[in-house]
């Protein structure tokens, strides 16, 4: 019975996190100018790099992308890595560096 409650318990998390993780896949994808697949993917690379659960990462995007939080060395390292060096705006809008230098 209390294995049953864990996997309900899982479950339950993972319909919370969703929309958040939903919401940083869709930052991605705007950033990137990629798919879906290829943000989701793109977020679980950053996880793995910066040694951070990916909800936790969603978080750092939203909150950084409202302007609530600035955003660590390590995930705007990782950031940084996805963003196509060849932007057409003056700087990334995740790490505010010029992607010219």
């Known amino acids: 019975m209390q294995e049953l409650q864990g996997r309900v318990?899982?479950?339950q998390r993972a319909l919370d996190n969703?929309?958040?993780?939903e919401h940083a896949v869709?930052?991605?994808m705007t950033i990137m100018g990629c798919s879906?697949?290829?943000a989701w993917e793109s977020l679980r690379w950053m996880s793995q790099h910066t040694n951070r659960?990916?909800?936790d990462l969603a978080g750092i995007?939203?909150?950084y992308v409202s302007g609530e939080?600035?955003?660590?060395p390590d995930v705007a390292g990782a950031v940084a890595q996805l963003v196509p060096p060849a932007?057409?705006?003056a700087s990334s809008p995740l790490t505010g560096a010029d992607p010219r230098r």
């Open 36 to 38: 879906a697949p290829t």
């Open 26 to 28: 869709g930052i991605l």
């Open 87 to 89: 932007s057409t705006s």
């Open 69 to 72: 939080e600035v955003m660590s």
């Open 18 to 21: 969703r929309p958040l993780i």
């Open 9 to 11: 318990d899982n479950l």
């Open 61 to 63: 995007l939203a909150e």
């Open 53 to 55: 659960k990916v909800i």
